[in-house]
Every structure is written in structure tokens, then in C-alpha cells.
């Protein structure tokens, strides 16, 4: 499996900022409220965050050769597919949170108690940037490094 490369993650926060931008301008367009996350919504990502780097940290022993350590091929495939959902889920999110908080922070007119929504935004945004961070740690901490006794029979040709 290949690394989660930076620029779909920088193209998926653009285009679900975007995303999120254009659906807040038509609820207010169509006189709907705009939508605005809970706070329930930041806490439950902040516990994703931490549990996928949890979650890795057996992985990242047996990475390391330490002794002792063990897991199971399967669990420790789940637990890297884990962390590259989370990478992309993360992306997809924070993109969505900025693109709702540029919305809010650029209306000409902030209407009575606008700041109280856009605080809620920020900090699922910051939330959200936490599991894109938590994914990407934890796809590094998956990663085995390479055996120096395979890398010089590599290098080596046949003769």
C-alpha cells in the first residue's frame, strides 16, 4: 500500500471547502440557518485522533524489532488502513469546518450571537485537522523500515 500523498489531502480539504461554502451560501440563499456542527462533533474527533495513534503503537514496536513484541498480520493491516481513513476522513472534514468558518467570517453582517457558531466551527476544524494529523502519525508509525541485508542484495547485480 502507498503512502496517503499530501496533495490529495490538500486537494480534498480545497474541494470540501468549497463544497461546504457553496451548501452554507444556498441554505442562507434559500433563508434556511446556517449549519453549524456540535460540539459533540469536535470531542468525538479528538477521541479518534488519539485512538488511531493508540491504535498503532503495537504496530510500531514490532516495526522497531522490539523484543517481545507481537501482532497479528491482519490486525496490524487493519490498524494501517485505519490510519489512512482517518488521514483522508480528517482531510475532508477540516476542509469542510474551514470552508463553513470562511463562510461565517466573511457575511458583511454578523447577526446576534454569529460569534458563538463560528467559535463551534474553529474548534471542530481544529479537531478535524487533529485526526488528518493523528492518520498521517500513524501511517509513519506503521511503516517497516528497510533490512540492510536486503537493500546491499538488491544493490548487488548478478554475475
Known amino acids: 500500500m502507498k503512502r496517503t500523498n499530501p496533495i490529495h489531502i490538500v486537494l480534498l480539504l480545497i474541494v470540501s471547502a468549497a463544497a461546504a461554502w457553496l451548501i452554507e451560501m444556498a441554505l442562507v440563499s434559500s433563508g434556511r440557518p446556517v449549519a453549524v456542527p456540535p460540539v459533540t462533533l469536535a470531542i468525538a474527533l479528538a477521541v479518534i ?36 481513513a482517518a488521514s483522508i476522513t480528517g482531510a475532508i472534514l477540516a476542509g469542510g469546518a474551514l470552508g463553513i ?12 450571537g454569529s460569534i458563538g457558531p463560528a467559535v463551534l466551527v474553529a474548534v471542530a476544524a481544529v479537531a478535524a485537522v487533529a485526526v488528518l494529523v493523528g492518520g498521517l502519525v500513524a501511517e509513519n508509525m506503521c511503516r517497516i523500515p528497510p533490512d540492510d541485508d536486503d537493500g546491499a542484495e538488491r544493490t548487488r547485480r548478478p554475475d
Open 101 to 112: 468558518l470562511a463562510f461565517l467570517l466573511t457575511r458583511p453582517v454578523l447577526g446576534v
Open 49 to 84: 485522533a488519539v485512538a488511531v495513534v493508540l491504535a498503532a503503537l503495537p504496530v510500531r514496536r514490532v516495526a522497531q524489532r522490539k523484543p517481545g513484541a507481537r501482532v497479528d498480520p491482519i490486525t496490524a493491516t487493519r490498524v494501517v488502513l485505519l490510519a489512512k
